[in-house]
């Protein structure tokens, strides 16, 4: 699997997908 990016958006988990989980 490729390595997928996640960034801190306004405190929640935001992926590369644009899917974000808190």
């Keep these: 699997s ?3 990016q ?3 958006a306004d ?3 935001v992926v590369q997908s644009g899917i ?3």
Excluded: L, N, R, S
């Design 2 to 4: 490729e390595h997928v």
């Design 20 to 22: 974000a989980t808190t």
């Design 11 to 13: 405190g929640v988990y």
């Design 6 to 8: 996640v960034d801190y």
